[in-house]
């Protein structure tokens, strides 16, 4: 079954310090990957996608993110953080359906928490 | 500005009563969504629309419905058969109807729904 798994619930970092975010998706086929982030109260914004080519995406806001194919992990990163990245951020797979549907999978969410 | 319009952004339920939440995008999208949110769950997708008068049930369907008379418009009712509505509502939209695995969804910013 097709699934995305976020290890980790909540994370707290001091700011300026680096993140990393894991995600790790169940997919038998070639993925398309997302990272998501959600401001409290809010709907869900795109911080960065990977379909196919060069496996380390840059995105929105600072963010990358790196596709292992081996270790099925899309892993979102950040070298130094800052007070507003404070939020909550989801990964997701894009599962192809019959015909032309398809859906996107959702991870449980990490919370993240910005020390001063 | 375009974008994704959800009303109301907080709903109170009564017991046995059906409630319908609002969803209006001006981006001109074909693909319309209807996601639940509950804590440490993430996302689970309830219905979407790909094209004007067709949806499609998604994981959780159950006790909800929707309409898609309007390409704009994408309505969705809890029924009273839904015996746990309390939850976070997104809606979202993608400028395709096809390749939905792969086309960027925008969000709402979401209704509230509570049981009174």
């Known amino acids: 079954a097709q699934s995305v798994t976020q290890p980790d619930i909540h994370i707290t970092v001091s700011e300026g310090a680096s993140l990393e975010l894991r995600c790790n998706y169940s997919y038998g086929a070639t993925p398309y990957l997302f990272w998501y982030v959600q401001s409290p109260g809010q709907g869900l914004q795109l911080l960065l996608k990977?379909?196919?080519?060069?496996?380390l995406v840059q995105g929105i806001k600072g963010f990358e993110a790196e596709f292992k194919r081996s270790q099925s992990s899309f892993n979102l990163r950040k070298p130094s953080v800052h007070w507003s990245d404070a939020a909550e951020y989801f990964c997701?797979?894009?599962?192809?359906?019959?015909?032309?549907?398809?859906?996107?999978?959702f991870g449980q969410g990490t919370t993240l928490q910005v020390k001063p | 500005d375009g974008g994704i319009t959800q009303s109301p952004k907080y709903l109170f339920r009564k017991e046995g009563q059906n409630v319908t939440l609002s969803c209006e995008q001006n981006?001109?999208?074909?693909?319309m969504y209807w996601y639940r949110q509950d804590p440490g769950q993430g996302l689970r997708l309830i219905y979407y629309s790909q094209i004007v008068n067709d949806f499609q049930k998604g994981d959780i369907a159950e006790g909800y419905s929707v309409s898609r008379e309007k390409k704009e418009s994408f309505p969705l009712t809890v029924t009273s058969a839904q015996k746990n509505p309390t939850a976070f509502y997104l809606c979202?939209?993608?400028?395709?109807?096809?390749?939905?695995?792969?086309?960027?969804?925008?969000f709402g910013a979401g209704t509230r729904l509570s049981v009174l």
């Open positions: 979202a939209s993608s400028i395709f109807r096809e390749f939905l695995a792969k086309n960027i969804q925008y």
């Open positions: 997701a797979v894009g599962v192809r359906g019959s015909g032309n549907t398809g859906k996107l999978i």
């Open positions: 990977y379909f196919s080519g060069d496996t």
């Open positions: 981006l001109n999208h074909d693909a």
